[in-house]
């Protein structure tokens, strides 16, 4: 089987990215031969120690002669790979191979929705199979968008189990909080700011890993304010920063599954998350984690005393989150069942 991702953008650094290059890394154990699209700046510095095929062009156009140019281009790769099936993950890639397949009845194409967007063009989400990152994705695309349910199936991210390098965390007088994401409001960082200015405890440190258009707010709240806060840009791999923290957070008000909780999972660290989307459908409040209302910024500060407050609830609390992700969202699980999807696709070839 021949599987193309159309993926734009490569960064390497975003939940996106990560997926596609998991999917890459990991199908070909399974006799699938991978190819990978996408956009002529994009890093493929990873994807190309995979020694996958990789073709780059202006697939994030919305020139109509780059549209043109780049159906055409899809249609070749598909005629001279014989690909069975196109894999996207964007919602404008999508139509474009939509706009190919109208063309080229050879292929199946497929989608992974990792979230929706609040402006509906109502051409999107029409691949021959859709995978949700979470089920309140899938109710989305059932319900507002009215996808026929054979075609969407939810498959959660997952976690590449030998990325996980856990190590002894350093000794330190502070108690380290690592929080990770966009610097955009749906990720609510101000609120995670709010909570530890609440405390007024000098022992709480916070690592923040991310970029964005709230950078500045954020930095300019910790320093008004004399917080303890690392500001530090993405990269690849994390694991130092998991490794040094004693507690992970996530304040987003909107957040479908995210990739950051499972990680936390995966390093034994406790994790507080706000109560929505997929956040809230992996974490049992007390259970494995603790939840807080969103941009409740004093609840959040109460739960993040209590962790560092409380050892042997946190060790519990994040031994249940380790035995989640270990048992449910790993690539033992998620990628066969991302092959199962292509199987019934291919059986069912025009």
């Known amino acids: 089987m021949k599987i193309l991702f159309i993926s734009p953008s490569l ?98 194409s497929a989608m992974t929705v990792l979230s929706i967007v609040n402006k509906k063009y109502f051409l999107e989400y029409r691949s021959d199979a859709l995978i949700c990152v979470s089920k309140g994705l899938r109710n989305i695309l059932l319900n507002e968008y009215k996808r026929p349910d054979k075609n969407v199936t939810v498959i959660h991210p997952f976690v590449s189990t030998d990325e996980i390098r856990i190590s002894d ?10 929080a990770d994401g966009r610097f955009h409001f749906e990720k ?13 405890d000098c022992s709480i440190k916070l690592i923040l890993v991310g970029t964005g258009e709230e950078e500045a707010n954020l930095k300019s709240f910790a320093e008004e304010n004399n917080l303890n806060v690392e500001f530090i840009k993405p990269k690849y791999d994390r694991s130092e920063f998991f490794n040094q923290a004693d507690l992970c957070v996530l304040p987003s008000v909107r957040d479908p599954f995210p990739l950051f909780m499972l990680l936390a999972g995966a390093y034994k660290k406790p994790f507080i ?16 984690g603790f939840l807080f209302e969103k941009q409740n910024y004093i609840e959040l500060a109460e739960k993040i005393n209590f962790i560092k407050n409380n050892k042997q609830v946190a060790v519990s609390l994040s031994e249940n989150l380790n035995n989640d992700v270990s048992s449910s969202y790993t690539e033992k699980k998620s990628i066969p069942a991302i092959i199962n999807i292509y199987k019934n696709l291919t059986n069912n070839k025009n």
């Open 188 to 200: 609510d960082f101000i609120t995670l700011l709010k909570a530890i200015n609440q405390l007024k």
């Open 11 to 108: 960064s390497m650094t975003d939940g996106r990215s990560y997926y596609t290059y998991l999917l890459l890394k990991h199908l070909p154990a399974f006799n699938i031969e991978c190819l990978l699209l996408t956009d002529s700046d994009s890093d493929t510095t990873i994807p190309d120690s995979l020694n996958i095929k990789i073709f780059k062009s202006d697939i994030s156009s919305k020139n109509p002669f780059a549209i043109f140019r780049n159906v055409n281009l899809i249609n070749k790769i598909q005629s001279d790979f014989s690909i069975d099936i196109i894999h996207n993950f964007h919602r404008f890639t999508e139509l474009i191979t939509l706009l190919a397949q109208s063309k080229n009845k050879n292929f199946k």
């Open 273 to 288: 998350g706000a109560n929505t989307d997929g956040i809230a459908e992996l974490i049992v409040d007390g259970i494995n």
């Open 169 to 178: 965390k350093t000794q330190s007088e502070n108690f380290t909080i690592y």
